[in-house]
């Protein structure tokens, strides 16, 4: 049980460039989020996914797109990529439960756009 | 918007000493409150949950509490350990999460 994995965990891109990050659960979780995580920001939503198929904006959802086909892979694209991209990326997955919703996270990407 | 604080930002202590994290968020509709670890370079690993009908939950040493008509959380950790050392974060969970920027811990041997 591998829990959250991300692909890459480290990326240079030039300014333009497009690339995919892969978040893979095996958990059987229906959702699914990606976050960018600043210094000084805090975590932000880019987009979520609540099962296979779906896809939802966040609160930062420019520059970024998203695609479940399968329920356990969540994917994030940069069509061209912007310096103000340079963030470090995080997948997470979460359950229900009689306890509210718990939400696991991935080890992150960091991506550096020059 | 929902906006989540943390004070402080940082905080060193000794080990051994009992220390208390601050949480408060503006907008009291929520689900439940969740508190993070996160290392340096790491993910963030879930600590404590509280559901919103809660007033607190304990896991060891830690301990949350949970007031959410005054929109406020702690995070109360007993004797303290260099293992200790890391960032928490708080998040909300109402129609998305909403997490607070962190407070670094940093405990002295």
């Known amino acids: 049980n591998a829990g959250v994995t991300q692909t890459p965990k480290f990326r240079v891109l030039k300014t333009g460039q497009s690339m995919t990050l892969l978040c893979a659960q095996d958990?059987?979780?229906?959702?699914m989020y990606w976050y960018r995580q600043d210094p000084g920001m805090g975590l932000r939503l880019i987009h979520y996914?609540?099962?296979?198929?779906?896809?939802a904006k966040g609160e930062v959802p420019d520059g970024y797109n998203v695609s479940r086909l399968k329920k356990q892979n969540f994917l994030l694209g940069l069509e061209s990529a912007a310096p103000s991209q340079t963030s470090v990326y995080f997948c997470?997955?979460?359950?229900?439960?009689?306890?509210?919703?718990?939400?696991?996270f991935g080890p992150g990407t960091r991506l550096l756009v020059l | 918007k929902q906006e989540v604080t943390q004070i402080p930002a940082a905080l060193s202590v000794p080990e051994g000493e009992n220390l208390v994290l601050n949480c408060s968020f503006t907008?009291?509709?929520?689900?439940?409150l969740q508190w993070f670890r996160q290392d340096p370079g790491k993910g963030l690993t879930s600590l404590l949950l509280i559901q919103s009908s809660q007033r607190e939950q304990t896991s060891g040493r830690l301990n949350a509490s949970l007031d959410k008509s005054s929109g406020r959380s702690t995070l109360y950790i007993a004797a303290s350990q260099p293992g200790d050392s890391a960032t928490y974060l708080c998040a909300v969970s109402g129609n998305q999460f909403y997490f607070g920027t962190g407070t670094s811990l940093t405990v002295i041997p």
């Open positions: 907008d009291s509709a929520i689900y439940n």
């Open positions: 997470a997955s979460s359950q229900w439960d009689r306890g509210g919703e718990t939400q696991y």
């Open positions: 996914s609540v099962g296979e198929g779906t896809t």
């Open positions: 958990m059987n979780h229906e959702y």
